[in-house]
């Protein structure tokens, strides 16, 4: 039972902050565009669940279904809010 309630916890782990763990200012992701918001893009941060927002003026062309590698700038895990950057 002792490693199965290990193994639990690691199933419900936040992954906001997994992600905000494994992924400082600065890291390099990619992601896939699944909605645009007037002046923001949002992108899903594979493999994850998580979604971050781009500056869609940093786009060129922006599609939804499009790849696109970004960087990290800021992770709320708390709000849940990623900021990203193109590159």
Do not use: C, Y
């Amino acid at each position: 039972w002792f490693w199965n309630f290990f193994s639990m916890l690691d199933r419900n782990e936040n992954p906001w902050v997994r992600f905000a763990t494994a992924h400082p200012k600065g890291a390099k992701v990619s992601g896939v565009i699944t909605q645009m918001m007037g002046e923001h893009v949002t992108v899903r941060l594979e493999p994850t669940p998580v979604t971050g927002f781009v500056a869609a003026g940093e786009l060129t062309a922006p599609q939804i279904g499009q790849k696109i590698q970004v960087s990290v700038e800021h992770v709320d895990p708390t709000n849940r809010r990623v900021s990203l950057r193109r590159g």
